[in-house]
């Protein structure tokens, strides 16, 4: 991710947004500090996050492991 002041963000407006329009992530600072990230506008959901994973489903271990038996809980209140 890109990291720039807020002068040179500025200064450079129009150009920074071509850049996240194409897709970069641009962190905005002061004193060295993040104060705001510019992002491009598209929803991310769920199944973007984890596609790559579906059509590889043949190379991931999907079982599910086996569940323990329940823990005694008598006593936790004392």
């Not at 947004?17 to 600072?29: C, K, M």
Request: proline share 5%.
């Amino acid at each position: 991710m890109k990291s720039i002041s807020i002068v040179e963000a500025k200064a450079n407006f129009s150009g920074l947004l071509a850049e996240v329009e194409a897709g970069a992530e641009i962190a905005v600072t002061r004193h060295g500090r993040v104060i705001a990230r510019l992002v491009p506008d598209h929803p991310r959901v769920a199944a973007d996050a984890f596609r790559e994973f579906w059509t590889n489903a043949d190379e991931i271990d999907l079982i599910a492991p086996e569940d323990k038996p329940a823990e005694d809980v008598a006593g936790l209140d004392d």
